[in-house]
């Protein structure tokens, strides 16, 4: 098992681009047999890949409670590993580890890391070889309860060959471990923990919930990863070991100012107005013996965005007699 981070805080639109290195023993070599139904890579070369985080997180794509101070729409840094089939940092429908649950809540990496190592330790000394060579990674939504978005156990291997390139779009999921509503909700431990699962725009099913747009049928990708296969060369190069880490990769965002890249291809979200329910109708004002009139009112709960659907009247009156005339 290889981990990789980046060195800090990743801009919500921010294009990161991360080296890593994979690698596997030669046709030479007879592993002990692997326990798993995975098919067997073959891929005899050491394969150099170049990852490309986009975030697509923008207000125009999410406007419901986007949050812009304290703190401002971000992601932290990333947390990705290399690894045999046998191996999950996290599974959708499983709980999550205590280790995920401080990154996704807290974004403190220490114990996730540990568990990484220790699953590496473990593996590698009972197996000695990766199986399937897979990525995994982890990035939380920040701020949020226990949101991020991340890959679980993407095989790079197919067959006798490395694939070239892969993409795919990421959406948001729920560690189950917190149980607010909002990217700013205070903390609310999830007692009993529930399961890692994918929010949708319908799920949870609660109109406070920061992901909640009914009339949509699908929520846009919140962002986008692309793994592509490298030729090793002068100018890209696989990241150095440390000594006393040598299991570690480590990966900084690209230096580069075209590394920060603000989209535009991402098509708004519209956001329909919301309302609070109504008041209670007030006293009838009128003449005794006449008819009267009276009031209820509600109050915007959010305005609309995005070509979303328009406030309904906000204030109702209808006809009533008047009470207790003398």
Request: charge should be negative; aromatic fraction near 10%; hydrophobic fraction near 35%.
């Amino acid at each position: 098992i290889n981990t990789l981070s980046t060195s800090g805080p990743l801009q919500h639109f921010a294009i990161v681009t991360l080296a890593l290195t994979l690698s596997f023993l030669g046709h030479g070599v007879h592993p002990m047999p692997v326990p798993t139904e995975a098919p067997i890579c073959t891929a005899s070369e050491t394969a150099h890949y170049s990852l490309t985080f986009t975030g697509k997180w923008t207000q125009a794509a999410f406007p419901k409670q986007y949050p812009v101070y304290r703190p401002p729409a971000q992601w932290s840094n990333l947390i990705g590993v290399t690894h045999s089939s046998d191996y999950h940092m996290w599974q959708r429908n499983e709980f999550a580890s205590n280790g995920v649950r401080e990154f996704t809540e807290k974004g403190e990496a220490w114990t996730l890391i540990k568990e990484i190592e220790a699953a590496g330790e473990r593996i590698q000394s009972v197996y000695g070889i990766f199986s399937a060579p897979a990525l995994s990674f982890i990035v939380r939504i920040v701020p949020s309860p226990d949101w991020f978005v991340g890959v679980d156990s993407l095989d790079l291997c197919d067959g006798d060959r490395w694939k070239e390139s892969v993409s795919l779009e990421l959406f948001p999921y729920d560690a189950g471990t917190d149980s607010g509503f909002t990217f700013s909700s205070p903390n609310f431990e999830t007692i009993p923990q529930d399961k890692v699962t994918q929010i949708t725009s319908s799920f949870p099913s609660h109109p406070a919930n920061s992901f909640f747009y009914p009339r949509l049928k699908h929520l846009p990708p919140i962002a986008k990863m692309t793994l592509t296969k490298i030729k090793k060369t002068n100018q890209i190069i696989s990241l150095p070991l440390e000594p006393t880490q040598s299991n570690h990769l480590r990966a900084s965002s690209h230096p580069h100012p075209s590394a920060f890249l603000l989209l535009s291809d991402q098509p708004d979200t519209p956001l329909d107005c919301e309302v609070s329910v109504w008041s209670p109708w007030g006293l009838c004002k009128g003449k005794c013996g006449d008819s009267g009139v009276q009031h209820r009112t509600r109050y915007i709960l959010m305005q609309p965005a995005n070509n979303g659907a328009a406030c309904p009247p906000l204030e109702e009156e209808k006809k009533c007699f008047p009470d207790n005339c003398l």
